[in-house]
Nanobody
Framework: QVQLVESGGGWVQAGGSLRLSCAAS????????MGWFRQILGKEREFVAA????????YYTGSVKGRFTMSRDNAKNLVYLQMNSLKPEDTAVYYC????????????????????WGQGTQVTVSS
């Protein structure tokens, strides 16, 4: 089992940048596929990005491709989401998730593919 804690959220003006972090505790972190999701109040939680166990392969939803970069540091049990050129529509609570799955990273673009979730961190982008 793994516990996940997100940090790094906050308020930023449109065009700005934020870096989210997700700290994992528990065994086996380096074997998990990791993902980022986001949720606006009253809407479904949506996929943002995923990264494979080694960090060598990533997958992004179309609306963030070219602006967001996901990475991981297995030695430190950390996952990051670097968010650049932020837009007001990026405003949401961002969640980190971990999966025991063993498929290509592009398959991990849905909530039901993940086994563990963090509590979320708020990101607000003002226009």
């Amino acid at each position: 089992q793994v516990q996940l804690v997100e940090s790094g959220g906050g308020w930023v003006q449109a065009g700005g940048s934020l870096r989210l972090s997700c700290a994992a505790s528990g065994r086996g972190f380096s074997s998990y596929v990791m993902g980022w999701f986001r949720q606006i109040l009253g809407k479904e939680r949506e996929f943002v990005a995923a990264i494979n166990w080694s960090g060598g392969s990533t997958y992004y939803t179309g609306s963030v491709k070219g602006r967001f970069t996901m990475s991981r540091d297995n030695a430190k049990n950390l996952v990051y989401l670097q968010m650049n050129s932020l837009k007001p529509e990026d405003t949401a609570v961002y969640y980190c998730a971990a999966s025991n799955g063993r498929r290509a990273v592009g398959a991990f673009n849905a909530r039901d593919k993940y086994d563990y979730w963090g509590q979320g961190t708020q990101v607000t982008v003002s226009s």
